[in-house]
């Protein structure tokens, strides 16, 4: 699959699985939102992922509608932002963290 059909392909899943939400706070950011999980899809960096993914997720925080958002990411095995997390095939994608930070969790 292409660059191209991969986003629409993307772009009808976030279509189908954000139909049933109606008071969701990314109403009407359709095309914008597919732009954010474009640069998402291109990221090659957990900076870069961070970068593409904070604009929509700042939208999801004040959002009503995240636990059906994510209950339809996970059940749809969506690969995106939803309910101010970055899914892969319907799982929360894992964050790394600075070494510093694994270090002090070690502790």
Do not use: F
């Not at 049933?20 to 109403?27: W, Y």
């Not at 095995?77 to 969790?105: E, L, N």
């Amino acid at each position: 699959m292409n660059h191209l059909e991969a986003a629409a392909k993307r772009r009808a899943t976030a279509r189908a699985i954000s139909a049933g939400i109606t008071d969701a706070a990314c109403g009407g950011l359709g095309e914008w939102w597919s732009t954010r999980e474009a640069l998402l899809a291109d990221a090659k960096s957990p900076r870069e992922v961070a970068e593409a993914a904070a604009p929509a997720i700042d939208i999801c925080h004040h959002c009503p509608e995240q636990a059906p958002c994510a209950a339809l990411a996970t059940t749809g095995r969506y690969t995106g932002i939803a309910a101010a997390t970055v899914y892969v095939a319907g799982r929360p994608r894992k964050q790394r963290q600075p070494p510093a930070q694994q270090q002090a969790g070690a502790a």
